[in-house]
């Protein structure tokens, strides 16, 4: 039997190189490793305004069936040196582009560097952290909703989940996604008002995965829409995979808003 992780940047891989995009033999399973989503917190006026004041540690909690229900975060600002609870801030940064401009993503690495260079000791280990967690920011969810047999021939259970972003996309972003994925490019996706950018496709052992990329009201937000076709007993494919394309997302500059299941 084969494992994947995901490693500290959320990608899913394993030892002989396999990540997504790439197709492991038949019967792999999937091992999710704790990960948290790191962010550099900038003054007011973001990057340009100044060296980083703080980080931001948030993690999305899901339901049984990998939807998010809660955001739980906490933030440290290197004036006060203490972790507080982030759930108005995190909040803010999805509803506020003033406020999102304020904060960039990046892996645990840069977090540590930074928060040594703003006088911090040692980055606590992300069980730590979790320590410092508040209340979080709870996500409505609805049931899914079934129109009929959806249900893809030769499976036994076809779901879509919906991963939403704030931030807007670039070309050179939407390149290295095309390269990482493997990923068939839109004719028209140099038309503003063209919704799906790009499209991948996965297969983990005997479950598939199709994933769109897709602008959402006009390029103002971006999501990528994922199609998961399971054949297998259970679905412990699709959380590390989930995971593992939110990081890819999160590694151009986007920040996750939600990811809700459709189907």
Do not use: K
């Not at 494992?3 to 030892?15: E, L, Y």
């Not at 933030?75 to 609870?85: F, I, L, M, P």
């Amino acid at each position: 039997m084969t494992t994947w992780q995901v490693g500290p940047d959320g990608a899913v891989d394993r030892p002989g190189g396999y990540g997504v995009g790439q197709r492991p033999g038949a019967g792999a399973t999937v091992v999710e490793r704790p990960a948290l989503d790191y962010y550099l917190v900038h003054p007011p006026g973001g990057p340009g305004a100044g060296r980083p004041v703080g980080l931001l540690v948030e993690e999305f909690v899901f339901g049984d069936d990998h939807a998010a229900v809660r955001l739980d975060g906490a933030g440290w600002t290197a004036g006060e040196r203490r972790w507080w609870d982030s759930a108005a801030f995190s909040r803010a940064i999805r509803a506020d582009r003033r406020v999102r401009e304020r904060v960039a993503p990046v892996d645990r690495s840069t977090a540590e560097a930074v928060h040594r260079r703003l006088g911090g000791d040692d980055l606590p280990d992300e069980n730590a952290l979790r320590g410092h967690f508040g209340a979080g920011v709870a996500i409505p969810a609805a049931a899914p909703l079934r129109l009929g047999d959806e249900v893809t021939d030769g499976y036994r259970d076809t779901r879509v989940y919906r991963i939403l972003f704030a931030n807007a996309l670039s070309w050179d972003g939407l390149a290295q996604l095309q390269t990482r994925w493997r990923m068939t490019i839109a004719e028209d996706a140099a038309d503003p008002h063209a919704r799906v950018v790009g499209t991948a496709h996965l297969r983990v052992g005997a479950d598939a995965y199709t994933w769109q990329v897709r602008r959402v009201a006009g390029g103002a937000a971006w999501c990528l829409d994922v199609t998961v076709d399971l054949a297998a007993h259970g679905d412990d494919t699709v959380r590390p995979l989930l995971r593992s394309l939110t990081a890819a997302m999160r590694a151009q500059g986007l920040i996750p808003v939600t990811v809700e299941r459709f189907s």
